[in-house]
């Protein structure tokens, strides 16, 4: 009953200063994401505004929050959630005077998971998008199963890579998604992306391998999407 306290909150400032904030609620059993906003010069939030109706039922922690993103007068998020019984990817959007929402799902995938979705807006006002998916073909109907401590599988085949993908404001779908440092038999997880001033993407993120646990760094050329090594 409430807010569910295990996943991470998300804050957004826009220009004229109205504060939005995300948090997945927990509400007769469901666990969607909600938007609390107090507009410029208000002193209080106003009520709770659903991004979508009630979908995913679950009794559990999903350790996974939102990213929201301001193009202009249009308010970006993503989440995820397991409604079809394995963890995926969606995103919405809407005009931030009305927020009514259009979802859509971020990279449909027929086996596999998917996570930690987080966004960045570039000058263009093109919005961009990296998260985590598994490489295995077996489903994961657990929501959390691969961000557990315990021993995990390297064989080859098996693993998570981080992708990433631009949402193009003229034509408001996303473009083809790609994997931003693709490895087989390493997991990859907990993306975060910045727009560097030449306008390319920054990602960084955690890998863990047989060789042990590092956080990984890669400058992604924007438009192409193709991965450009760090310079030293």
């Known amino acids: 009953k409430g807010v569910c306290p295990c996943c991470p909150t998300s ?3 826009a220009f004229d200063g109205t504060v939005y904030v995300a948090f997945r609620n ?8 909600y938007i609390s906003r107090r507009k410029a010069g208000a002193s209080s939030f ?12 679950f009794d559990g922690c999903p350790h996974d929050g939102a990213s929201m993103v301001l193009a202009g007068d249009t308010f970006h998020i993503t989440w995820m959630d397991a409604r079809s019984g394995s963890q995926r990817c969606y995103h919405a959007y809407a005009n931030c005077n009305e927020m009514k929402f259009t979802a859509t799902e971020l990279h449909p995938i027929t086996q596999g998971s998917q996570g930690n979705a987080k966004l960045a807006l570039d000058a263009r006002g093109d919005v961009h998008v990296v998260w985590e998916e598994s ?13 557990k401590h315990g021993a995990q599988d390297f064989s080859a085949g098996v693993g998570r890579n981080i992708m990433v993908a631009t949402f193009e404001k003229d034509t408001k779908k996303f473009g083809t998604a790609k994997t931003v440092d693709e490895k087989s038999a390493v997991f990859q997880t907990r993306p975060a992306i910045a727009i560097a001033q030449d306008g390319d993407l920054l990602v960084a993120w955690n890998e863990l391998s047989e060789a042990g646990k590092a956080i990984k760094f890669k400058k992604v050329k924007s438009g192409t999407i193709v991965v450009k090594e760090p310079k030293p």
């Open 11 to 13: 804050t957004l400032v």
């Open 26 to 33: 927990i509400q007769d059993g469901y666990r969607d994401f």
């Open 46 to 57: 106003e009520a709770p505004i659903p991004v979508i109706s009630p979908t995913w039922k």
């Open 135 to 147: 490489k295995e073909a077996a489903l994961i109907a657990d929501a959390g199963a691969e961000h």
